[in-house]
């Protein structure tokens, strides 16, 4: 044999490959129809999918070398997969195998302590921070875990920390807010507003319509601050083969504030308002003028209003002395604005025409809220106060 002839019958014999001395594997239709729908699954995991393509492919006959190179797989993990398949059957071979769980190494000394921790402040421990973060925390763990008796907490992470916390549903780096009850009158005066929601609903299920009851129940509030801002440039509006909505301009300008007091009919769900810059006493005392020139002289008008101080003030309570046996108040308690209805009405208000407001002038603004309030009353919506039942533990 000459040497060319022995060079060119080494380099094929190096290109087919060893062939392996595994035994063969040998199918039945039903394990190759399972081997052949895992393989071109996309929904199965991916690593039973890869079990799948090897099996098959060492079935057909191909060298380790050539399923090597095909699916981009290690010789061991080939060999590992085919060494099961010969051995226990190709199902069993696709799943991983059994292994029993891991003792767990965090004791529930340890845990409760880093429970503890989490239920204190950053600040108390001498960080700058005023929220644990899950980084902060855990570092702060691995350090003083050894001292306080918990060493299996010296490799604890992230991950490690949140388990912990989120097993008890514990947020430290949250914050819900709540309002603190100041009010010693508090149960009593809510109980009062809504023993008067429950009169009115009475009252207007007895009503015959354009029916005024001999106690009429209005709800009073302001909502102060709505802001009168004016665009730089023009407002863009959608167009058929452009914007698809109304763009706007980074850019504004604002032109101050202006208040609006609002009188709620809580029987027929007219609005009465007026608008102002200021919120003062003389605006308060020009709706309540309104309010009485709309009523017939022989009700009484029933007010659910807050504590603010030009309800209360001196100039108020000359007028109010003027027209004797006319008004009575009923105030919310402090921090108990949500008992009022008319809150309601000032939610629905920012919701649809005061939201992403923009005007020319603060006139406008006024003359636009006015005209949302006349919209309103057109077609009137009777609030009604429907839970009774309040669990004040969730506030």
Same mark, same amino acid.
């Given at each position: 044999?000459?040497?060319?002839?022995?060079?060119?019958?080494?380099?094929?014999?190096?290109?087919?490959?060893?062939?392996?001395?595994?035994?063969?594997?040998?199918?039945?239709?039903?394990?190759?129809?399972?081997? /052949?729908?895992?393989? !071109?699954?996309? /929904?199965?995991?991916?690593?039973?999918?890869?079990?799948?393509?090897?099996?098959?492919?060492?079935?057909?006959?191909?060298? $380790?070398?050539?399923?090597?190179?095909?699916?981009?797989?290690?010789?061991?993990?080939?060999?590992?997969?085919?060494?099961?398949?010969?051995?226990?059957?190709?199902?069993?071979?696709?799943?991983?195998?059994?292994?029993?769980?891991?003792?767990?190494?965090?004791?529930?000394?340890?845990?409760?302590?880093?429970?503890?921790?989490?239920?204190?402040?950053?600040?108390?421990?001498?960080?700058?921070?005023?929220?644990?973060?899950?980084?902060?925390?855990?570092?702060?763990? #691995?350090?003083?875990?050894?001292?306080?008796?918990?060493?299996?907490?010296?490799?604890?992470?992230?991950?490690?920390?949140? =388990?912990?916390?989120?097993?008890?549903? %514990?947020?430290?780096?949250?914050? =819900?807010?709540?309002?603190? #009850?100041?009010?010693?009158?508090?149960?009593?005066?809510? +109980?009062?507003?809504?023993?008067?929601?429950?009169?009115?609903?009475?009252?207007?299920?007895?009503?015959?319509?354009?029916?005024?009851?001999?106690?009429?129940?209005?709800?009073?509030?302001?909502?102060?601050? %709505?802001?009168?801002?004016?665009?730089?440039?023009?407002?863009?509006?959608? /167009?058929?083969?452009?914007?698809?909505?109304?763009?706007?301009?980074?850019?504004?300008? #604002?032109?101050?504030?202006?208040?609006?007091?609002?009188?709620?009919?809580?029987?027929?769900?007219?609005? $009465?308002?007026?608008?102002?810059?200021?919120?003062?006493?003389?605006?308060?005392?020009?709706?309540?003028?309104? %309010?009485?020139?709309?009523?017939?002289?022989?009700?009484?008008? #029933?007010? %659910?209003?807050?504590?603010?101080?030009?309800?209360?003030?001196?100039?108020?309570? !000359?007028?109010?002395?003027?027209?004797? !046996?006319?008004?009575?108040?009923?105030?919310?308690?402090?921090?108990?604005?949500?008992?009022?209805?008319?809150?309601?009405?000032?939610?629905?208000?920012?919701? /649809?025409?005061?939201?992403?407001?923009?005007?020319?002038?603060?006139?406008?603004?006024?003359?636009?809220?006015?005209?949302?309030?006349?919209? $309103?009353?057109? +077609?009137?919506?009777?609030?009604?106060?429907?839970?009774?039942?309040?669990?004040?533990?969730?506030?």
């Amino acid at each position: 044999m000459n040497k060319i002839s022995y060079i060119c019958i080494k380099t094929i014999g190096a290109n087919m490959g060893r062939k392996s001395q595994r035994a063969k594997l040998n199918l039945t239709d039903k394990e190759l129809e399972l081997l /052949t729908k895992v393989s !071109n699954s996309k /929904t199965i995991a991916y690593r039973e999918v890869s079990r799948a393509k090897v099996l098959k492919s060492y079935s057909e006959g191909n060298s $380790i070398s050539k399923i090597c190179k095909d699916l981009k797989i290690s010789r061991e993990s080939i060999y590992e997969y085919i060494d099961r398949g010969l051995s226990i059957g190709i199902e069993a071979a696709l799943k991983d195998k059994y292994h029993s769980p891991k003792v767990p190494t965090i004791t529930e000394e340890a845990k409760a302590w880093v429970v503890s921790l989490a239920c204190t402040k950053p600040k108390e421990h001498g960080y700058a921070a005023e929220l644990w973060s899950y980084s902060q925390l855990s570092k702060h763990v #691995r350090k003083e875990a050894e001292v306080n008796g918990h060493p299996c907490l010296l490799k604890a992470v992230k991950a490690t920390i949140f =388990r912990i916390l989120n097993e008890r549903q %514990i947020k430290p780096h949250r914050i =819900r807010y709540y309002l603190e #009850r100041r009010d010693k009158e508090f149960d009593q005066k809510m +109980a009062e507003i809504l023993c008067v929601y429950k009169e009115v609903n009475l009252q207007n299920e007895s009503l015959n319509s354009g029916e005024y009851p001999s106690i009429i129940t209005i709800s009073i509030d302001e909502k102060p601050g %709505i802001q009168a801002i004016k665009n730089i440039a023009p407002d863009l509006n959608p /167009t058929i083969n452009g914007n698809k909505e109304i763009r706007r301009d980074y850019e504004y300008k #604002r032109l101050g504030t202006l208040s609006l007091l609002a009188g709620l009919d809580l029987h027929s769900g007219i609005i $009465i308002a007026q608008v102002h810059e200021r919120h003062r006493s003389r605006e308060f005392i020009s709706l309540l003028k309104e %309010i009485d020139e709309k009523y017939p002289k022989e009700c009484r008008i #029933r007010i %659910i209003l807050d504590n603010h101080s030009a309800h209360i003030s001196k100039e108020t309570m !000359n007028y109010l002395s003027s027209v004797p !046996n006319r008004f009575m108040y009923i105030h919310t308690p402090k921090h108990g604005s949500w008992l009022n209805l008319v809150e309601t009405l000032f939610g629905k208000m920012a919701r /649809t025409f005061l939201k992403a407001i923009r005007v020319e002038t603060k006139k406008e603004l006024k003359d636009r809220i006015m005209k949302g309030i006349e919209e $309103i009353n057109e +077609a009137p919506v009777i609030y009604k106060w429907k839970n009774f039942d309040i669990d004040l533990s969730s506030f």
